[in-house]
Structure formats: structure tokens, C-alpha cells
């Protein structure tokens, strides 16, 4: 049995690499920095989320932390409500329909989430 092998039309991509020239010197790749409006708009939502960020401890309502998690004591404060160890259900429940909301909103708009409103791109 012949093998053939089949050329592509500007010759074989895989016979140099890529960050090296005919001549054998480096080729220097490098990254332009991002522009536009909606790089700028992304650099005012990054502000605004660190901003939110920071401040949420310090945010009261009815006299009670926003968010506060006290393990010691077993009293949890979410949005100023008050959850004791008797509550977990009602917290459990609430976090399953969250972790589903989360899911369902990646699925829906994964790539905006994640380029623009994950927190874990916004403290990189």
C-alpha cells in the first residue's frame, strides 16, 4: 500500500515554527493593547465592581451588616435577614436556586458573564 500525503496549496504549515523566521532569528510576537468603547466600558464596570466590592461590609440594614457570616456564634446575616442553625433549610433551598440561576444565566450568556461581570477576572 502507497501512502500519500496531501500538500496544502501554500506548502506544509508544519514544517517551521511559527516564532522563527526563514532565516532562523526570532520572530516577536506582540500583544496589542486592547482599545474602543467597549474596552473603555469594561475598565468603568471593573471600577464600579471593586467599588461594590469594598463597600458591602460596611453597608447597614436595619442596624445589621448587609452580609455577615458569624460561624462562631451560628448566626448568619444575608441582605439583612437573619438566618439561625434551625433556618439552614430555607438558606439551602435559597443557594440551589441561586447555583440553578447561575448555571442557567452561563448557559444563556456565558461569554459576557465571564469577559465581563466574574469577579475572578475583575481581582486578575
Do not use: H
Request: hydrophobic share 55%; proline share 5%; with cysteine.
Amino acid at each position: 500500500m502507497e501512502e500519500t500525503v496531501v500538500q496544502d496549496k501554500k506548502g506544509s504549515f508544519r514544517d517551521s515554527v511559527a516564532t522563527i523566521t526563514k532565516e532562523g532569528g526570532r520572530n516577536f510576537i506582540t500583544p496589542k493593547k486592547p482599545t474602543g468603547r467597549l474596552y473603555n466600558l469594561r475598565t468603568w464596570f471593573s471600577i464600579f465592581y471593586l467599588i461594590i466590592f469594598f463597600a458591602l461590609p460596611f453597608i447597614k440594614v436595619n442596624d445589621a451588616p448587609l452580609l455577615m457570616l458569624n460561624i462562631l456564634e451560628r448566626k448568619f446575616i444575608i441582605f439583612g435577614l437573619i438566618f439561625w442553625p434551625q433556618d439552614f433549610f430555607i438558606f439551602g433551598i435559597a443557594m440551589l436556586t441561586f447555583v440553578v440561576f447561575v448555571i442557567l444565566f452561563t448557559v444563556v450568556f456565558g461569554r459576557i458573564f465571564c469577559g465581563w461581570a466574574c469577579p475572578q477576572t475583575i481581582f486578575m
